[in-house]
């Protein structure tokens, strides 16, 4: 990560990353909603510190295995048993199997936040939690971490979402051991919906002002909810995120993680962690405690005003099972009004898996490109092409994302801000550059440049001044001037220009580090199309440009751009 970008961000339409601390604002400052500034007086609302509910602070057995989060060893002669039992969940089934399914887990949030003071008048929330085939203890843990670590008064509701599971005891026994519980309701799905379209289902019959979702392989620790519903009351256009922190898929212990954190992402949109520069949290004087505006959220766990989420569109319906749906909606969130925090206050632990324990109707990685892919084309603007051209697969086998015409409509209707808007007001670290090079085309024998008279091709002596020699080679591939590509013209290796097109119809090129297939041409351009490799070259005695068969050492086919931004 560049420090100074991420500095700059702090400062960027003075905005930073510090928005204050979990109780919002002092008494008689002035808060800012979506619907512009307003007077917040903390004494006329009424505050209270967060409530420290913990129903498993005395434990029933404080000896049991995994008590407080301590790591369990699988016992003497049960490694065989645990071994062959990990594929049920991907993760140690045998040992969630053996700690208790309402275990104490310790206080992990920063020094400060207990005594963090929120509104008497919170609103109250759905905990929607959607699985398919999940772990009987693990499921059961989830539950009870929420129902033991919350104030009643504020949940509403928790719905269990089945999306068409096949283990018999997610069936009638979970409906037996889930009917002590007053507020947990179980909504069976009839046929598989995966997960994005099972957490709609769960959606549409909820009654609480906010949804509150969480995976269902996880354990909510003290404090963990009222800090989230501060913020939605804050601004019901806020996107509230816990710090996920860690529970050991191989030993089951809970493990915190650092406050410094946001979601990000890196091309071609792979969802990722990234800590904030010491020397950032230093300029800017940042606590633990401190709110941190998250540019994409890892989107299991998240609380959001359930009107505005509807108001929103929801999720995009043509995403299918999972992947993509927390950059659709993070990139909906901010580029259309709202904003994704991340509260440290507010820590949720969460069993994280090296695949996924269920199928997809359809290959999995075909899903989740799709799904991208979707996502791409409706929120990235001209900016699609990074990602297209760091998944260029995708660009060959031409990619059928469905009819995009619903969501294109409902980005104009809520009036949303370009992608070009996020990347400067809320990413502005991320590397972005629209081509993978540009300027002048310099040929390294003659120092002559490529040039275009009128819509011909032609080869003159540099000038950078000169607007006619003046290239980009793009992401798809292509050396463009213009709506003009470089393009084969004929045969014998002539060579001319002709409208560029898009997808894999225009004629594409490597260069650099896409022709490392064979490292010695990487200063060459080659034809990628023909059958035999081509590369461009100058005419020594002519000064035309052909196409000719590829020789490493030959000086006139090797060529450089004025500016690279990216091999």
């Known amino acids: 990560m560049d420090a100074n970008a991420v500095s700059r961000a702090v400062a960027l339409g003075g905005r930073s990353w510090r928005l204050g601390a979990m109780q919002g604002t002092a008494p008689g400052a002035r808060a800012t909603g979506r619907d512009g500034p307003k007077r917040v007086d903390s004494h006329s609302l009424g505050m ?3 409530l420290s509910v913990d129903a498993t602070l005395a434990p029933r057995d404080p000896q049991a295995p995994g008590q407080f989060g301590h790591p369990v060893a699988v016992p003497d002669g049960k490694q065989e048993e645990a071994k062959s039992r990990w594929k049920e969940g991907n993760f140690n089934v045998y040992l969630s199997d053996l700690i208790p399914i309402d275990r104490a887990i310790m206080d992990t949030r920063p020094a400060g936040c207990s005594e963090q003071r929120v509104h008497d008048d919170l609103p109250t929330t759905t905990i929607i939690m959607c699985f398919v085939d999940e772990v009987w203890s693990a499921l059961l843990r989830s539950v009870h971490s929420v129902l033991s670590r919350s104030p009643p008064h504020l949940i509403e509701e928790v719905i269990l979402v089945d999306d068409f599971s096949t283990k018999e005891y997610l069936k009638e026994k979970l409906d037996k051991y889930m009917s002590r519980f007053p507020k947990v309701k179980i909504l069976h799905l009839k046929e598989r919906h995966g997960l994005i379209r099972a957490r709609l289902a769960g959606a549409e019959v909820a009654k609480g002002t906010v949804l509150t979702f969480l995976d269902s392989h996880v354990e909510c620790n003290v404090g963990w909810l009222e800090p989230l519903l501060e913020r939605v009351r804050l601004s019901r256009a806020k996107v509230a995120c816990p710090v996920i922190e860690v529970i050991s898929d191989k030993d089951m212990s809970y493990m915190t993680v650092d406050s410094f954190q946001r979601g990000v992402f890196t091309w071609p949109m792979n969802f990722g962690w990234r800590q904030i520069p010491q020397e950032v949290v230093e300029k800017n004087q940042m606590k633990e405690t401190d709110i941190i505006r998250c540019p994409v959220m890892a989107g299991g766990l998240f609380a959001i005003d359930k009107k505005y989420f509807f108001e929103l569109g929801t999720y995009d319906p043509g995403l299918d099972v999972w992947g993509g749906e927390n950059m659709e909606l993070s990139f909906k969130v901010w580029m259309c009004g709202g904003e994704i925090e991340i509260v440290p206050c507010s820590r949720v632990g969460h069993i994280f898996r090296n695949d996924n324990p269920y199928s997809f109707p359809k290959d999995r990685v075909r899903t989740v490109e799709r799904n991208l892919a979707r996502v791409a084309e409706v929120w ?22 469905g009819d995009l015409t619903q969501q294109i409509q409902l980005r104009k209707k809520l009036q949303c801000r370009s992608f070009r808007w996020y990347l400067e007001n809320v990413y ?4 972005a550059p629209l081509v993978k090079a540009s300027g002048l085309l310099v040929n390294a024998a003659s120092a002559g440049c490529m040039a275009v008279e009128n819509t011909t091709l032609a080869f003159e002596e540099c000038d950078v001044n000169n607007k006619h020699q003046e290239f980009n080679y793009t992401w798809l591939r292509l050396i463009q001037h213009g709506e003009l590509c470089l393009a084969p013209s004929g045969g014998a290796g002539a060579l001319g220009l002709r409208r560029c097109r898009a997808g894999s119809h225009s004629p594409t090129w490597l260069h650099r580090s896409l022709a490392a297939s064979r490292t010695e041409l990487t200063d060459h351009i080659v034809s990628e199309h023909l059958q035999q490799p ?8 002519h000064k035309a440009l052909r196409l000719n068969a590829c020789d490493s050492a030959n000086p006139y086919q090797k060529w450089h751009f004025g500016n690279y931004y990216a091999d």
Do not use: N, R, T
Request: charged share 30%; net charge negative; with cysteine.
């Open 48 to 50: 209270h510190k967060v």
């Open 534 to 541: 081509a590369c461009l070259e100058v005419d020594p005695s």
């Open 380 to 401: 990235l603007d001209e900016y699609k092409e990074l990602f297209y051209g760091h998944a260029y697969h995708l660009v060959l086998k031409q990619l059928d994302v």
């Open 428 to 431: 502005p670290d991320l590397e």
